[in-house]
Nanobody, 124 residues
Framework: QVQLVESGGGLVQAGGSLRLSCAAS????????MGWYRQAPGKEREFVAF????????AYADSVKGRFTISRDNAKNTVYLQMNSLKPEDTAIYYC?????????????????WGQGTQVTVSS
């Protein structure tokens, strides 16, 4: 099972940017779909972004489309989430996920492996 470690969270003003990183251990990273999810206080964890193992397919939640970009570097076993034009409602703990399942008609379902999360706080 792959192990995941997120980094890059922090406090930023509305309109600002952050880039999250997720470093993965294990030989299966390059053949694993990867995703980002987030959980705000008092809310359920929700899908944010998905990238296929090759990087050829990406998907985003409607709330972040056009502002966030997911990418990966298989040589570094790392997946990234570039977040631009941040809003206070983006405040949450962001989790990296390995093995999400892509569906064409609904948001991807999470896979079995999660990181510990990184806090993102956007001030107004």
């Amino acid at each position: 099972q792959v192990q995941l470690v997120e980094s890059g969270g922090g406090l930023v003003q509305a309109g600002g940017s952050l880039r999250l990183s997720c470093a993965a251990s294990g030989r299966t990273f390059s053949t694993s779909n990867m995703g980002w999810y987030r959980q705000a206080p008092g809310k359920e964890r929700e899908f944010v972004a998905f990238i296929s193992w090759s990087g050829g397919l990406t998907a985003y939640a409607d709330s972040v489309k056009g502002r966030f970009t997911i990418s990966r570097d298989n040589a570094k076993n790392t997946v990234y989430l570039q977040m631009n034009s941040l809003k206070p409602e983006d405040t949450a703990i962001y989790y990296c996920n390995a093995g999400p399942v892509y569906y064409s008609e609904r948001y991807p379902g999470p896979g079995p492996s999660w990181g510990q999360g990184t806090q993102v706080t956007v001030s107004s």
